[in-house]
């Protein structure tokens, strides 16, 4: 026998009935919502409302008009019938080839993406008693990096007794800053974190102009190599006249 509030069920013997009732309302839900909501607008047979304002396939208003007026003239124009903006009322929809509409916002989107710039930052680890070739070495990648458009870290590690010497760091990071002034610029000063100091190298240049610069130098290389594989080279044209010069005149056969 079931406790109050319980009762058996078919297959769900026990199931408590809250719990049964809870997992019902969710499937319902589900059947209504229609499953995952799609981004994709309406077009065509699938705009269920009586009425809709029309935009013609110029962009010109023609107006409030029911939706087979609006299938007719899409099917007469060869177009698609897209809304545009399914919140109005009544709501927004517009005359157009939909898939050539797809087509080039994917371009758009793909285009925008190719010329996104992400701001980097970049790390670069040096000692107070640096040596002078790593530190023409480290500077190297510092201004390279600069170039690209990128932010760089700069972290002077103190082990030992080189943390009595704070000092040390601090003049390495001001020469550091020095040198490659043209390029960038002291975008956080120096500043001790524990055992590190620690200084930002912000670049004069946009991410987007270093890639812009990027490109054209790419560009030119290019033509370039090719100007200079097509062009003949020196030898080849010296040789030319030389081998013309010796070639024996032909003479007219005897009839």
Known sequence: MSRPGHFLLPGAVGLDVTRRYAAVRQAVAWCYRGGSISAEPRINDRIRVPEVRLVGPSGEQVGIVPLAKALELAQEYDLDLVEVAATARPPVCKLMDYGKFKYESAMKAREARKNQAHTVIKEMKLRPKIDPHDYDTKKGHVV??????????????????????????????????????????????????????IMVLGPHKKKTEAMAEAREAQAARKAERQGTTDAPSEGDTAEAPAAAAEAPAETPSEA
């Open 144 to 197: 390279r990096f600069l170039k690209q458009g990128d932010k760089v870290k700069i972290t002077i590690m103190f082990r030992g007794r080189e943390q009595s010497r704070p000092e040390l760091g601090f003049r390495l990071l001001q020469r550091l800053a020095s040198d490659v002034e043209d390029l960038g610029f002291i975008e956080s000063n120096p500043k001790q974190d524990g055992r590190n100091m």
